[in-house]
């Protein structure tokens, strides 16, 4: 089992957000298995042709998402991403049930609000 990662130069969206997005994807749909070990910081910059701030930055951001964890000087691997995902996805939306609760506004107002937010984060 290898990472596979493609860094499109041309696109909109930042290397850094394209190198999480992508790891991300491959730990939820388990083509990188709870457990992997991923490269370093400079191992994949150098592969990729980052910088290693980019590949680092991307790091931070998927940790502090609780898709990978570092273990020190053992490493970086792939957690146990989705109980962590699906744990921040309900706190959120419980957040923003309240929210817009308090803020008087009706279920279709709000579930409306989500799709629009839904389509703008995802696309049609």
Request: hydrophobic content about 50%.
């Amino acid at each position: 089992m290898t990472l596979k990662i493609a860094i499109d130069a041309d696109a909109a969206v930042a290397p850094y957000e394209q190198l999480r997005a992508q790891i991300s994807a491959q730990a939820r749909s388990g083509a990188l298995p709870v457990g992997y070990r991923l490269p370093t910081v400079r191992g994949l910059a150098e592969d990729l042709g980052l910088a290693a701030n980019t590949v680092a930055k991307a790091y931070r951001a998927l940790e502090a998402d609780g898709v990978i964890e570092t273990r020190g000087r053992n490493g970086t691997f792939v957690a146990a991403a989705g109980d962590a995902a699906e744990r921040q996805a309900a706190v959120a939306a419980a957040a923003f049930a309240e929210q817009v609760h308090r803020l008087g506004l009706s279920r279709a107002d709000a579930g409306a609000a989500v799709e629009e937010a839904l389509r703008a984060a995802y696309g049609k």
